[in-house]
Each structure stands twice: as structure tokens, then as C-alpha cells.
């Protein structure tokens, strides 16, 4: 990009990305600096987080190392701690916030034998978000790997998905309400439809727009957790494959609900990026993590008047959560 064009951003917004040293985080960081946007890359581990800013910084002109449009930070957000000191360097830099995209996510899974299991279920369940389909609709499914999940990891997913970004939003807030036109990007997924939770109480709960509280996601996802261990999931009615994934993504979007209504000046949206080649997806998917990045991106320049506490299917609006 040449100096002119990024010129044209009299006043530079900054932004801070989780989870940006790899996959669609990584892309985000790329596409928001050719905007022209400061980004401030943060990773969890520190060698990881420094390598991705030195390729962004090889494979970019020279020209985003003389403007000092990317550094790191670490942040692991299951880590109050680095959380305060990451928001204590952005205070001490910048004295704001422009942009918060948080990307961090795991799928709470491992895949058992053959990979292919991944997309075919992936795709199943993202057209049972998006549609009607119904058990009765689909054709069999043919690989013969497998889909383990246990407590351990839907713990894990539901403490990064969850309460890490919300964490990361509770932490920046004040800051991100110094800045004149602040966006929160919440990357979710089409598998946190609220319909896929299937728990009928959940269901309840988190389709109550208007009432939602921090207090029910709490009381879901404790309920959800404690099913979990106690070996009761199929017996409750939770999800029987990507539970904790699903879980914690429709707790995330719930939380973009909660935080528009309570901060009219904060732009907050949650986004489905499509299907990509990453780690958490096997590196199976048809789109690439650059396209992925893209809905993001639309999300954290929105304009001035810009839509709050909806939830995005790459570049469009989802009439339901
Ligand atoms: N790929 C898709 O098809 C797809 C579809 C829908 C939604 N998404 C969402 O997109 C987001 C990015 O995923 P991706 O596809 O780019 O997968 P990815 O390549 O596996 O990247 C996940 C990123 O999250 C980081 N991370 C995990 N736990 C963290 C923690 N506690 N603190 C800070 N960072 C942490 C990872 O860091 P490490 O390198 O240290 O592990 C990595 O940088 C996720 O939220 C995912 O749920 C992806």
C-alpha cells in the first residue's frame, strides 16, 4: 500500500487482535494495518506472537515498519494478569481504544482417525444452524474418524471462548469509551446458533433478548459444565457433538447482546467468518483464512452509524441468534 493511501487516515485508529498469530487472527492483524489501523498483535505465547509480527512485517512493505503499524503483546485470556498488563500498555501507549477483535478460540475437541469427519460434520451442523434441517434430512455420514470431547477441554473452550472475551471486553471497556467511534468484533461461529444449545432450558434462556443477564449465561453454562461431568448431556438434551464449542459460541453472542444494550456508544458484533483452513478446523474448510478475515474487517471499520448487538454470517446479518 503506499504512503498516500494510508495517509488518507488522518486520525489513526488502533486495534488490538487475540490469538493473531496464526489462522484468521493472523490475516485480521494483515488486512487491518493495509487499512491503515495500528494493530497491536497479541499471542499467548510469546515466541509464537513475535515470529507472526516479523512475517507480517517480511511479507508487508517495509513501509508498515516505518509507520510502527504492528507490535506484540502478550495476552493469554484465560490469564486475568496479562489481561491488566496488556491493558496498562495500551493506556500508557495510545491512552484509548479504537478496535477489539477478539479471535482467541479453541474447538474443545480432538480428532480421532480419519480428518474428514471434521467438514462433514461442520457442514451438517451449519445448515441445521442456518435452516431447518432436520436429523431426517441428512445423508449419512462417511468418514470414519471420530469426534472425542471431554470435560477437560469443554472447560478449557468454555473459559477461552466465553469468559475470555468477555473478560477482554470487561477489562477494555472504559478505554474502548475514550475512543470516538469504538468496535468490539466477537469471532463466533454458525455453531453457536442458539437452536444447536438443543437443551430446551437453555434455549429458553439465551433466546430472551431483551432479559438477558450475565447472571443466566452463568447459570447455563454452569448447568452445561456440570452435566458435562456428571455424564449427563445426552440425558439433558445437550448437544451430542461440538458441545462446548456450541455452548460457549452462543454464550458469546449473548454477551454482544448484553454489552450493545448497555453501551450505546460501543458497536459490538458477533460474526460467523465461514468455514476456513486453520488449525482448529484440521486445516480442512473451503475458505481461505484471508477470506475469513474479511467479515471481521467489515465489522471493526463499521461507519459512523454503525449496527450493534447483531450476529453476521460473513458479510451479512443473521435475522435469528
Ligand atoms: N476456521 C474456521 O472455519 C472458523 C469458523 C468459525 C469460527 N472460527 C473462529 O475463528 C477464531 C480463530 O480461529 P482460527 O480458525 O484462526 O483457528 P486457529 O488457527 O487455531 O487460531 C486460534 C488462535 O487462538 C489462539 N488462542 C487459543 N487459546 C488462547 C488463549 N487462551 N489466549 C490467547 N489466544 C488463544 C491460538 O493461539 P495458539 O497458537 O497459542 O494456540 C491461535 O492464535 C476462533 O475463535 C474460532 O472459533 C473459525
Known amino acids: ?17 487475540t490469538g493473531g498469530n496464526k489462522g ?15 494493530v497491536v498483535l497479541t499471542a499467548r505465547d510469546e515466541k509464537r506472537g513475535k515470529e ?15 509507520m510502527n503499524l504492528v507490535v506484540f503483546h502478550q495476552v493469554d485470556v ?43 460434520m461442520i457442514e451438517r451442523e451449519a445448515a441445521r444452524g442456518l435452516s431447518n434441517t432436520t436429523e431426517e434430512d441428512e445423508a ?8 472425542i470431547e471431554n470435560f477437560g477441554w469443554a472447560e478449557e473452550c468454555i473459559s477461552t471462548n466465553y469468559y475470555g472475551a468477555k473478560r477482554m471486553i470487561d477489562a477494555f471497556i472504559p478505554l474502548l469509551l475514550l ?41 447455563v453454562l454452569n448447568e452445561f459444565l456440570m452435566n ?11 448437544p451430542n457433538v461440538f458441545s462446548a464449542y456450541k455452548v460457549s459460541k452462543a454464550a458469546m453472542n449473548a454477551y454482544t447482546r448484553i454489552v450493545a444494550q448497555k453501551y450505546s456508544a460501543i458497536c459490538i458484533n458477533c460474526i460467523c467468518p465461514g468455514f476456513a483452513k486453520t488449525d482448529i478446523t484440521c486445516n480442512t474448510g473451503p475458505m481461505t483464512p484471508q ?11 463499521l461507519p459512523e452509524d454503525g449496527t450493534s448487538g447483531q450476529f453476521f454470517y460473513r458479510k451479512n446479518i443473521l435475522t435469528t441468534f
Open 1 to 17: 500500500m503506499a504512503a498516500e493511501s494510508l495517509n488518507n487516515h488522518p486520525i489513526r485508529k488502533n486495534a488490538v487482535v
Open 291 to 301: 477470506d475469513a478475515a474479511e467479515g471481521p474487517i467489515l465489522l471493526a471499520l
Open 52 to 66: 507472526a509480527v516479523e512475517k507480517l512485517l517480511r511479507e508487508e512493505s517495509c513501509y508498515y515498519q516505518q
Open 179 to 219: 475512543s470516538p467511534s469504538p468496535r468490539v468484533v466477537n469471532v463466533s461461529s454458525l455453531l453457536g446458533k442458539i437452536k444447536l444449545v438443543s437443551n430446551e432450558w437453555a434455549i429458553k434462556a439465551l433466546s430472551d433478548g431483551e432479559n438477558l443477564t450475565t447472571e443466566k449465561v452463568d447459570e
Open 140 to 147: 449419512p455420514i462417511k468418514s470414519t474418524g471420530k469426534l
Open 24 to 38: 484468521i487472527g493472523y490475516e485480521i492483524c494483515r488486512q487491518l494495518m493495509e487499512k491503515g489501523v495500528m
Open 78 to 120: 484465560v490469564d486475568p494478569q496479562s489481561v491488566s498488563s496488556l491493558v496498562d500498555f495500551i493506556k500508557s501507549k495510545y491512552g484509548k481504544l479504537d478496535i477489539l477483535v477478539n479471535n482467541a478460540g479453541v474447538n474443545g475437541l480432538m480428532v480421532e482417525g480419519d480428518v474428514s469427519i471434521l467438514p462433514e
Open 228 to 238: 458435562f461431568k456428571e455424564d449427563l448431556l445426552k440425558e439433558k438434551g445437550w
